[in-house]
């Protein structure tokens, strides 16, 4: 299955409690979240089955007070997006 985010999906920036300058915010719930030594791998379902990972510190997920279950925002900002083609 294909799925698609379009800004109807994202989170108005006047919502949030701060202003960020990303303007990709995608509200989901955290549904794993595995801790290395000193980083760990946050799991967020954005819409059903499509999931967006980040690796972030354990403190982070600590001060963040993130828990599977909970709800949590994807920001992503990127200052580049690289494509590529099957050879």
């Known amino acids: ?3 698609t985010l379009s800004l109807h999906d994202a989170l108005p920036i ?3 409690p701060m ?3 990303a303007r990709n915010q995608l ?3 955290v549904v ?3 801790r290395g030594a000193v980083n ?3 799991t967020i379902e954005v819409a059903p089955g499509l999931v967006i990972t980040s690796s972030i510190t354990n403190a982070a997920i600590d001060e963040l007070g993130l828990r599977e279950g909970g709800r949590a925002i ?3 900002k990127a200052s580049s997006v690289m494509v590529g083609v099957e050879s």
């Open 74 to 76: 994807a920001v992503i």
């Open 40 to 42: 760990g791998i946050v």
């Open 1 to 3: 299955e294909i799925y």
């Open 27 to 29: 509200p989901g719930t």
């Open 19 to 21: 202003k960020l300058s």
């Open 14 to 16: 006047s919502s949030l």
């Open 32 to 34: 794993a979240i595995e």
